[in-house]
């Protein structure tokens, strides 16, 4: 008896768990696949595709990115489909093997699905993925850009089975990679793998150049050098018949750089930036500018991120008036805490310069 409940407890414990990975057959085989929504969402809202890397699953990738939290924090949601094992572990069919596996058609078999029940937008359709998850998002960026708002491949190469292919269309791209990759190199060589894998990120750039129809000389910018982390990340800014930005990671490695509080930048608030952003591509949303005070996200949980062209003295006040915090900051992107705040709506106004936005705290 003692034995049988021990069984009963520990399948409620993994039940929750199991609950959360769904399937959709797609070529006869039982895909998986989880979804979260942003809570207490209704209608149609944007929706973001994470794709993972080689040999990777999405319950291990929920763990690490915690994509409920993304998903509430930008209000989108949130899909990470998985990969079959075709003896090489879960792999992508992004042109790197031989295989009749359709996973384009089994990722877009499944945005169907999703307007069809009227959940998602189709004017804000955002992929991103890292490692063979960026290969894959180049893949769905050459064939269905004309189905596609945005991509952001992180340390994925275009193979060169797919360089000779002309896009479908103008897609907003954003390319993250770092210089000393020895997975998959900058260049486009392996340490790991041997051999070239594809396009080097100088090469990607000259393909999405020529298919968004982008100028050749690009906006570069740093951003502050602002933790110990040994990386520089440099953006060029490109403008075309659809954007393309170029974060070029000095020294950094194979990894997803998730938070603003140890590096310089975190690769989601980016990639977020760059998809709302109006910068010559009309995404379906916008991020609001205030004059010289951008923050985001808005509304926020618990806290925002403000980008300051100068110094400035913040301060926080609530719909009585009265002043709750304030802040001396430098130029720069600063991160600040608002989880002690009760929910409601709050004004932010540089003493300075007099700029101001209004802030939404959801919870």
């Known amino acids: 008896m003692r034995r049988i409940s021990i069984l009963l407890s520990l399948l409620l414990l993994t039940l929750p768990l199991m609950a959360q990975v769904q399937t959709f057959e797609w070529q006869g085989k039982q895909r998986q696949y989880l979804i979260k929504s942003p809570a207490g969402h209704t209608g149609s809202v944007p929706v973001l595709y994470f794709l993972h890397g080689l040999g990777d699953n999405i319950t291990r ?10 998903a509430d924090r930008f209000g989108w949601i949130v899909v990470v489909p998985q990969a079959l094992n075709e003896g090489y572990g879960t792999m992508w069919n992004a042109g790197l093997m031989n295989s009749s596996t359709d996973d ?11 307007a069809a029940r009227g959940s998602v937008n189709l004017d804000s359709v955002f992929f991103t993925g890292f490692s063979m998850g960026g290969f894959m998002t180049h893949r769905m960026a050459i064939e269905h850009g004309d189905r596609i708002t945005a991509c952001a491949p992180v340390s994925g190469l275009i193979t060169h089975s797919l360089s000779n292919r002309q896009a479908v269309a103008p897609v907003k791209m954003l390319h993250i990679h770092g210089t000393a990759d020895p997975v998959v190199g900058y260049d486009g060589n392996s340490q790991y793998f041997g051999g070239n894998l594809g396009l080097g990120a100088e090469a990607i750039l000259d393909y ?12 570069i910018d740093t951003f502050p050098d602002l933790r110990n982390d040994g990386l520089r990340f440099v953006r060029y800014t490109y403008q075309g018949d659809a954007p393309l930005q170029h ?13 603003e509080e140890h590096y310089d930048i975190g690769y989601m608030t980016e990639i977020y930036k760059f998809f709302t952003s109006n910068n010559g591509g009309n995404t379906g949303i916008t991020q609001p500018t205030h004059g010289s005070l951008r923050l985001w996200p808005n509304p926020t949980t618990g806290s925002i991120t403000v980008e300051l062209p100068k110094k400035s003295h913040l301060e926080i006040i609530n719909m009585l008036g009265h ?8 130029p720069g992107t600063h991160h600040l805490d608002l989880t002690h705040l009760p929910k409601g709506l709050y004004l932010i106004k540089d003493k300075i310069s007099g700029t101001q936005s209004k802030v939404l705290k959801s919870h």
């Open 323 to 330: 002043s709750v915090a304030t802040y001396q900051l430098q």
């Open 61 to 70: 990738l929920d763990n690490e990115f915690h994509f409920q939290q993304i």
């Open 208 to 219: 999405w150049k020529a298919a968004d129809n982008c100028t050749d000389e690009p906006v």
């Open 247 to 259: 974060i070029k990671v000095i020294g950094g490695n194979h990894t997803w750089y998730h938070s």
């Open 104 to 114: 384009a058609g089994f990722l877009l078999a499944l945005l169907d699905t999703l």
